[in-house]
């Protein structure tokens, strides 16, 4: 479905945003991950990435902390392959504690990556994608850019401008062959949830799965973490034909969360 498009997946060396790369590269994509990580590891998954699926697939390492090399990152990728068509912008830090005990330096970390960077990169695409008429802006948001939690207040705060951002980008894209949608995953086992089990299981002197069962009991009514798998196939559904007219929705797969 997506053979001969060209997808740049920030944040997709591990995680959720390996999880959509590979799906839009099982679609036919070309893609260009973007993230930290080991040197060899990521050859292995960008070169384990291609020979699976057929596609031609690329690493840049810019870091998204700084605005103009998400520009560049995304001028890498047209010089690179002539065209971007899909901007995944899912690259993001957490850190938790009360508001008036958060370290500044934190907050300007995290609403740089998180949110900064959609801004970024999003502007910078789309007059690639204004230009050839077709174009998919997909945005990570999160369950908590629909509600809060205590303890979050610069993730929550980022990503509910991301859905903020999201809505102007679709207005102002309207029958122009581009969309932009968020999705709004609920509790997905990545390195920074795994981060919070541990936290939970040092608190209440639990094991690591008794831990996670605690964390999903609290939010998540499926008692079940989402899959980056799951993810892929929704970031799929937004680049088919069928989502040609989805744009500045927010997709919650949360398990529920959100629906309380």
Request: charged content about 15%; overall charge neutral.
């Amino acid at each position: 479905m997506l053979k001969g498009k060209v997808a740049v997946v920030t944040g997709s060396t591990s995680g959720i945003g390996l999880g959509i790369a590979t799906a839009l590269a099982a679609q036919g994509a070309d893609i260009v991950l973007n993230g930290f990580g080991d040197p060899a590891e990521i050859e292995k998954t960008r070169a384990g990435l291609a020979l699976a699926h057929g596609v031609k697939a690329t690493y840049d390492g810019a870091d998204l902390s700084k605005g103009a090399a998400v520009r560049q990152l995304v001028e890498n990728a047209v010089s690179a392959y002539g065209r971007i068509d899909i901007l995944v912008n899912n690259a993001g830090i957490q850190h938790t504690d009360l508001i008036e005990n958060f370290p500044p330096e934190k907050w300007d970390a995290i609403i740089a990556l998180n949110l900064s960077a959609v801004f970024h990169g999003t502007a910078a695409a789309l007059p690639h994608m204004k230009k050839q008429k077709w174009g998919r802006i997909i945005n990570i948001a999160s369950a908590h850019g629909l509600v809060g939690s205590a303890s979050k207040s610069a993730y929550v705060a980022a990503k509910h401008g991301v859905i903020g951002l999201t809505k102007v980008t679709a207005l102002e894209t309207a029958g122009l062959g581009v969309t932009a949608n968020a999705i709004c995953p609920g509790w997905v086992r990545t390195a920074l949830v795994e981060k919070q089990i541990t936290a939970i299981a040092a608190k209440d002197g639990v094991d690591q799965e008794a831990a996670a069962r605690e964390l999903l009991g609290e939010k998540q009514p499926s008692l079940q973490f989402v899959t980056p798998e799951q993810l892929g196939g929704t970031a799929v559904y937004l680049c088919s034909p069928a989502a040609e007219q989805v744009t500045g929705a927010s997709i919650s797969v949360d398990g529920g969360w959100t629906a309380r």
